[in-house]
């Protein structure tokens, strides 16, 4: 390999990881894990042209019918000299593109990651090939039928029309092996997420949103109204509302589903707005890459331009000095100039800790809200609303109570595990009922039903706050036991199946309004009180694991 050749393929590999990035945030876990994580970056001659590789037909044609633009576009934007991404699919005959030692890599100090994506993207591949089957198909939604409820708030506009050309010029073409029609998955054909908006708008930049990810998908309850109803609120064209809007929850409980939905929906009423939706983590990696090039006023100029701007996971910024600053000016700018913003994290503003608590403050000034963790009606509810966006799948309502009553760590397992349901019955050929759901979701059932036992909430609970279990059973009042009581049976509900009254005889025969009283409690210190917040957080995770 000559050097112009080495440094072409430490080029493209380097561009592959930060494509391969920015996919696996855009696509959310699942599709990425099932479609995306395959794909290997294959040794090119030619600059101009990408060569991506899967290992199967099947995979192949889906990954081309659904993000084959999308990966153009991406690779574009890192690489502005590629004019082809083609997709092909090959058992691994060629070594992968990896930096070694032979390869001198682009320097990027800073970014360790990088090299670690593109070995991971190497590892992943070489598993696909000897897994020697395609990942689980993912059964997605069809265009939704109902708008969600929403209380005293206008109807959202109409959807945002379809995409119009992603670059000014040149234009980009992707190459593929042979004419491939696009497959449906079930009969449903999972649309590719919208990379541009509805009109179009010279130089404005366009968001990448799920087009899956809308409010009338969105299903509402008392647990995430106010979040809800503020999400379309700020959606509205006008003079904004509720900016910033700040929305925490746990994991996979809807957070991004809402950012995006705000996106469809201001861009649907605002077609020329300028939307931009990025991690944190990703505002971080592009600010220190405008640092590395000295282009800090582009990507300045990029962010302050947005009318609307929406960080996820805030949370990653925490102890990140610079970027900190960086962010800090720009949500003051988009705040103080009277456009739109809306952050999401794990936590409420307060109980940041590393985020300079001038962040904080501007933060919570605007409106906070959060979104709590689905009850048992809930998860039935988006299940039936999942169900309904898959015509093809015949889903009794006992496989259904069966999984909302089983699966409640989040919304993403709970979506995952219908999921895997569909897509088995679908390739076995089998009619779903509970002895197949069982035998289908057989570890994450009893996965879910090891993180649902009270006495083990119980144990955790006692030993975390250094007392004996059986003092959470006690009659004793003292605020030393009382409040971890109420954080137990707090975490019974949230964790487990067992009714109200069923928690209260697990804490010596307590009234089920005493668990009601001591989750609300709970509910409302979590907001409030940063230890309360952190040990909840502890024994969440310790009992998720
Ligand atoms: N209320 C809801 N109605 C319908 N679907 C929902 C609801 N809440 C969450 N979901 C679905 O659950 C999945 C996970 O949601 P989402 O990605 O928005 O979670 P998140 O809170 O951003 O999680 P994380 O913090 O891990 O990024 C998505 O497929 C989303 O559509």
């Not at 109409?158 to 040149?170: D, G, K, L, T």
């Not at 794990?346 to 000034?365: F, M, N, T, W, Y």
């Not at 093809?392 to 595990?417: C, K, S």
Request: aromatic share 4%; charged share 25%; net charge neutral.
């Amino acid at each position: 390999m000559t050097n112009e050749q080495s440094g072409m393929a430490s080029e493209q590999a380097l561009a592959w990881a930060q494509v391969r990035a920015s996919l696996r945030e855009s696509a959310g876990p699942r599709v990425f894990d099932q479609w995306l994580k395959p794909i290997e970056l294959v040794a090119s001659d030619d600059a101009e042209s990408i060569r991506l590789a899967l290992p199967s037909a099947f995979v192949t044609n889906w990954v081309r019918s659904h993000y084959a633009d999308r990966l153009a576009m991406e690779f574009r934007r890192v690489l502005p000299q590629v004019r082809t991404v083609s997709i092909e699919t090959r058992p691994r005959t060629t070594p992968p593109v990896v930096v070694t030692a032979q390869t001198p890599p682009i320097p990027l100090p800073g970014v360790p990651k990088l090299r670690e994506d593109i070995e991971r993207a190497a590892e992943s591949a070489r598993q696909a090939v000897q897994a020697r089957r395609p990942a689980k198909p993912v059964v997605q939604a069809a265009p939704a039928v109902e708008p969600a409820p929403m209380v005293a708030m206008a109807p959202v506009i109409a959807p945002a029309a379809a995409p119009a050309a992603v670059e000014a010029a040149p234009p980009m073409r992707v190459e593929e092996e042979q004419p491939v029609t696009p497959r449906p998955v079930f009969g449903v054909d999972i649309p590719a997420p919208v990379a541009e908006a509805a009109a179009p708008r010279a130089a404005a930049e366009r968001p990448v949103l799920d087009p899956r990810l809308t409010f009338d998908r969105f299903v509402v309850d008392s647990s995430n109204l106010v979040a809800f109803n503020a999400a379309r609120a700020l959606a509205e064209p006008g003079v904004p509302r509720f900016s910033p809007l700040f929305l925490h929850a746990g994991t996979g409980q809807g957070k991004t589903h809402l950012m995006h939905a705000i996106g469809h929906a201001y861009l649907a009423a605002v077609p020329e707005a300028q939307v931009l939706y990025m991690s944190a983590e990703r505002f971080m990696f592009e600010f220190v890459s405008a640092l590395r090039a000295r282009d800090t006023h582009g990507f300045k100029a990029r962010l302050r331009s947005a009318d609307l701007l929406m960080i996820d996971d805030l949370q990653f910024i925490a102890g990140k000095g610079s970027t900190q600053e960086e962010f800090f000016h720009t949500i003051n700018e988009i705040v103080l100039s009277g456009k739109r913003l809306v952050i999401c994290a794990d936590r409420c503003p307060q109980a940041l800790d590393g985020v300079e608590s001038r962040i904080i403050s501007r933060l919570s000034a605007g409106l906070v809200a959060d979104i709590k963790a689905p009850d048992l009606a809930l998860r039935r509810a988006i299940l039936e609303r999942k169900l309904a966006d898959l015509p093809e799948a015949a889903v009794p309502a006992e496989v259904l109570d069966l999984i909302a009553a089983r699966i409640h760590a989040n919304i993403r397992e709970l979506e995952g595990a219908l999921n895997r349901v569909v897509a088995y019955a679908h390739l076995t050929g089998e009619r779903v009922d509970l002895d197949f759901a069982v035998q289908t979701l057989g570890d994450t059932l009893r996965g879910a039903e090891r993180r649902v036992s009270i006495d083990d909430i119980q144990k955790l609970v006692s030993q975390h706050f250094e007392l004996k279990p059986l003092d959470l059973i006690s009659a004793r009042r003292s605020r030393a036991v009382a409040r971890p009581r109420q954080i137990a049976m707090y975490l019974a509900k949230r964790l487990t199946t067992r009714s109200l009254p069923e928690i209260g005889r697990k804490f010596g025969g307590r009234d089920h309004s005493t668990v009601i009283h001591a989750v609300r409690k709970i509910e409302e210190l979590r907001d409030t009180d940063r230890e309360i917040d952190s040990a909840v957080r502890v024994l969440l995770r310790e009992l998720e694991a």
